[in-house]
Nanobody, 115 residues
Framework: QVQLVESGGGLVQAGGSLRLSCAAS????????MGWYRQAPGKERELVAS???????TYVESVKGRFTISRDNTKNTVYLQMNSLKPEDTAVYYCNTRPWRGSYWGQGTQVTVSS
């Protein structure tokens, strides 16, 4: 049974920082590309950042230079460091493999950025 458990969200002022974590179990974590996705109210879920099994990261244009994805294969955990947060970053953030698998979605973690 695969479990992806996100944590680290919260309420922060614009310009602030948060670090999200996603602990994985039930998969061979080190062999999977992982992604952070987000879904804002009324919008579709989008891929924000991804990291290959070898550690190569890619980002959606809107977060380049502000967000950093990383992974620790010894802890089966993927992270998302978010700096210079903007109100438009407000969303529920999820992790999943990349490509995502429907049965892997967790509860997500809410990030709210106030202006």
């Amino acid at each position: 049974q695969v479990q992806l458990v996100e944590s680290g969200g919260g309420l922060v002022q614009a310009g602030g920082s948060l670090r999200l974590s996603c602990a994985a179990s039930g998969i061979i974590f080190s062999m999977n590309a992982m992604g952070w996705y987000r879904q804002a109210p009324g919008k579709e879920r989008e891929l924000v950042a991804s990291i290959t099994s070898g550690g190569t990261a890619t980002y959606v244009e809107s977060v380049k230079g502000r967000f950093t994805i990383s992974r620790d294969n010894t802890k089966n955990t993927v992270y998302l460091q978010m700096n210079s947060l903007k109100p438009e970053d407000t969303a529920v953030y999820y992790c999943n493999t990349r490509p995502w698998r429907g049965s892997y979605w967790g509860q997500g973690t809410q990030v709210t950025v106030s202006s």
